[in-house]
């Protein structure tokens, strides 16, 4: 149940936000974001062991990001599947996804951010749609943006959190003032209010509207929130912090990453 919230406010000094939580299951290994890819050493990214992909990737030059959301629909066949994790790679370097051939990929959501906006592009196995992002906060979800995808979870369980998650966070994130993060200094003073809320909002991982949560689905593995990156971007800034789940609500934990 992966979650992005963009913001955006095009008379902003720092006119685009983006936070992206990522979940899976805890025993994955993953690597925290650096200069993970031989043939891309320019690009930022956390690292997925597993597969060698990445779930959000951030391009410093051309101040783009992006971050993937696993989908639902029709599969991609066997013998023929590639990993979704390169496609964030390719996004951010490329502007987008829309000139690939995506049969050989499961259903997914990709956020692209850039200084001036946001497009969303969901895939389901047949057709790519693409939506810009409006001004304001938007929600995307593994139901697609606003849970309005064509293919969505049959599981009512797994929809009920992902609707309580982005109920609860919307609500909050948009109560307090809009940061607008400079390139220096602790993620509490540039991110200001939102950290708290970020952090958990002093939820319990298994409350319906939690947004970093473990669960026990009762397969044996633990589902739960590995980590957490906010970006802001604008005409003349990137910034990138990021934390491994569960972080301390008052700042600890937060890593500036580096992208000068």
Same mark, same amino acid.
């Given at each position: 149940?992966?979650? +992005?919230? #963009? ?48 779930? $959000? ?27 979704? =994790? %390169? ?7 490329? @502007? @987008? *996804? ?21 497009? #969303? ?5 047949? %057709?790519?749609?693409?939506? &810009?992002?409006?001004? =304001?906060?938007?929600? #995307? $979800?593994?139901?697609?943006? &606003? =849970?309005? /995808? ?6 009512? %369980? *797994? ?13 909050? $994130? ?12 602790? /993620?509490? +003073? /540039? ?6 809320? #970020?952090?958990?909002?002093? $939820?319990?991982?298994?409350?319906? /509207? +939690?947004? *970093? ?14 980590? *957490? ?18 972080? +301390? ?10 992208? @000068?």
């Amino acid at each position: 149940m992966c979650t +992005a919230f #963009v913001s955006i406010e095009p008379e902003a000094a720092v006119p685009v936000l983006l936070l992206s939580v990522r979940d899976e299951y805890l025993g994955r290994a993953w690597l925290p974001p650096d200069h993970h890819w031989p043939d891309r050493p320019d690009l930022l990214g956390g690292l997925d062991l597993a597969a060698g992909g990445t779930w $959000l990737a951030v391009d410093p030059v051309r101040r783009t990001a992006a971050c993937l959301l696993n989908g639902f629909g029709p599969l991609a066949p066997a013998d023929a599947r590639r990993t979704r =994790g %390169r496609l964030p790679l390719t996004a951010v370097r490329e @502007g @987008g *996804i829309g000139h690939l051939d995506l049969t050989p990929y499961d259903p997914f959501h990709l956020v692209l951010v850039r200084a001036d906006g946001a497009r #969303v592009s969901s895939w389901s196995g047949g %057709r790519l749609e693409e939506r &810009e992002l409006p001004s =304001g906060l938007s929600v #995307v $979800l593994n139901d697609g943006l &606003e =849970g309005r /995808a064509a293919d969505r979870t049959t599981s009512e %369980r *797994i929809r009920d959190l992902m609707a309580a998650r982005a109920a609860h966070f919307r609500s909050r $994130l948009t109560a307090e003032p809009r940061p607008e993060p400079t390139a220096d200094g602790p /993620a509490a +003073a /540039a991110w200001g209010g939102w950290l708290p809320i #970020v952090a958990g909002d002093g $939820l319990a991982p298994d409350a319906d /509207a +939690a947004l *970093i949560q473990r669960r026990d689905f009762g397969d044996g593995r633990i589902w739960g929130s590995s980590s *957490i990156s906010l970006l802001a971007l604008g005409p003349d800034r990137l910034r990138y912090d990021f934390a491994a789940a569960p972080v +301390a609500a008052d700042g600890p934990g937060w890593r500036r990453v580096a992208t @000068g």
